[in-house]
């Protein structure tokens, strides 16, 4: 078959997974999208698939629509979790999206055009958003997989989070793990944890920390 008629039958399969996943709500090509890229590098992605809306809904309610200041995601994915942040009320202007994967920066560029898009490390927060921000982030949201990463490397992005936010404001954080992914923190720093989230596969929970 010639390339051209190979790549008019791929975009016409393409436009109907699209047209399905609108009516059933799953979305088939980001789960693909997700699986390569946990395959490819699995200890950087926090799930083999993106999380589901009863986790994403969860992280969300942490968040204040009505607090100033731009809200931070990092590890964004293919969006689930930002989806999840703009139906709770968050204008995508005010979204500071930070991915690594590049593929995934485009996706969210499409979807989320009036947002900013940065690709980046996301443990170096610091150094990406440090001089980019006009003024304190009203949240950071985190689907990062902290569990992978070395103790003090997470204590240095919860530092660095902290430095760009504003007093009070909530750090959100999911994990599959039973006990907190920042087990040991500053006297200043305080924590709480949401319920088991069972509906989500596997079960998880969403921490919460705010300093000062």
Not at 141 to 164: C, H, I, N, W, Y
Not at 172 to 184: E, G, L, S
Request: aromatic share 8%; proline share 9%; net charge positive.
């Amino acid at each position: 078959m010639p390339l051209l008629a190979l790549q008019l039958l791929e975009k016409k399969l393409e436009r109907r997974i699209r047209l399905f996943e609108q009516r059933s709500g799953i979305r088939f090509l980001d789960e693909l999208a997700f699986i390569r890229s946990w395959l490819d590098k699995p200890l950087s992605i926090g799930a083999i698939t993106p999380s589901g809306k009863a986790l994403t809904r969860a992280m969300a309610r942490y968040v204040d629509p009505e607090v100033p200041g731009p809200v931070i995601e990092l590890g964004s994915g293919t969006g689930v979790v930002t989806e999840a942040l703009v139906a709770k009320g968050i204008d995508p202007a005010r979204l500071v999206l930070v991915e690594f994967n590049p593929s995934f920066c485009r996706l969210l560029r499409k979807r989320y055009p009036t947002a900013t898009v940065i690709q980046g490390d996301a443990y170096r927060i610091q150094h990406l958003l440090g001089g980019f921000l006009r003024e304190p982030a009203a949240a950071v949201v985190s689907g990062l997989p902290l569990q992978t990463k070395p103790f003090k490397r997470r204590l240095k992005l919860m530092d660095e989070a902290f430095s760009l936010m504003a007093p009070g404001a909530p750090f959100v954080q999911f994990t599959y793990a039973v006990v907190t992914p920042i087990p040991m923190r500053p006297a200043d720093v305080s924590a709480e944890a949401s319920k088991l989230i069972w509906l989500n596969v596997p079960p998880a929970r969403v921490w919460v920390y705010r300093k000062g």
